[in-house]
């Protein structure tokens, strides 16, 4: 949505970043099938009903990021309540 094709190395940057990892990428061959390059173009959206991204690539990967950590959380707290319950 914004613009601009980011690849799978910027994603996978993006991600070890937030995470504060040093992680090195290991790349593979490509599998029969596999989609060698996708782009979305949010235009018509901007066009249609006047949507635009608010936010940058990087706050996105922050957010989803937290969102996961918390939803993680809430799980495993979740879980363990339940299982004290069984008990």
Same mark, same amino acid.
């Given at each position: 949505?914004l613009?601009?094709f $980011?690849? !799978?190395?910027? =994603?996978? !940057?993006t991600? /070890?970043?937030?995470?504060?990892?040093?992680?090195?990428?290991?790349?593979?061959?490509a599998?029969?099938?596999?989609?060698?390059? #996708?782009a979305? *173009?949010?235009?018509?959206a901007?066009? =249609?009903?006047?949507?635009?991204?608010? #936010?940058?690539?990087?706050?996105?990967?922050n957010?989803?990021?937290t %969102?996961? *950590? %918390?939803?993680? #959380?809430?799980f495993? $707290? /979740?879980?363990?309540?339940?299982?004290?319950? %069984?008990?």
């Amino acid at each position: 949505g914004l613009g601009k094709f $980011i690849t !799978d190395k910027k =994603v996978f !940057d993006t991600i /070890a970043a937030s995470l504060r990892k040093q992680v090195k990428c290991r790349y593979a061959p490509a599998r029969p099938g596999e989609v060698y390059r #996708i782009a979305l *173009n949010a235009a018509k959206a901007k066009r =249609v009903i006047g949507w635009r991204a608010k #936010i940058s690539f990087q706050e996105g990967v922050n957010q989803y990021l937290t %969102t996961l *950590n %918390t939803s993680t #959380i809430s799980f495993k $707290i /979740a879980s363990r309540k339940s299982l004290r319950k %069984t008990k």
